[in-house]
């Protein structure tokens, strides 16, 4: 079945650095776009960085500059590497894989947390 497994998360300082991956199975992950979403507490979820299947990548304002996202087609893994991390990064961090072409999907990963605090 498809899995979408998020790990990386903690607690980390103002300034300090993380790297978020999630590994995916169950469906073809070199096809996918995939994302980085992320939903603080009271807050919608909302986007944080997203990488095609051709390997564009797109930022939020509030993290260009900051946090990178990349993808091994061999390892079925996406990445976040975020730096110079905010309090207000704090939220729980999803992975996201969509299609919009046939065939069309749309899965989503049960979430990490990172709480960026003193």
């Known amino acids: 079945q498809v899995q979408l497994v998020e790990s990386g998360g903690g607690l980390v300082q103002p300034g300090g650095s993380l790297r978020l991956s999630c590994a995916a199975s169950g469906f073809i992950f070199s096809i996918s776009d995939m994302g980085w979403y992320r939903q603080a507490p009271g807050k919608q979820r909302e986007l944080v960085a997203t990488i095609t299947s051709n390997y564009r990548t797109a930022y939020a304002d509030s993290v260009r500059g900051r946090f990178a996202v990349s993808r091994d087609n061999a390892k079925n893994t996406v990445y976040l590497q975020m730096n110079s991390l905010k309090s207000e990064d704090t939220a729980v961090y999803f992975c996201?894989?969509?299609?919009?072409?046939?065939?069309?999907?749309?899965?989503w990963g049960q979430g990490t947390q990172v709480t960026v605090s003193s």
């Open positions: 996201n894989a969509a299609r919009e072409r046939p065939p069309r999907y749309e899965f």
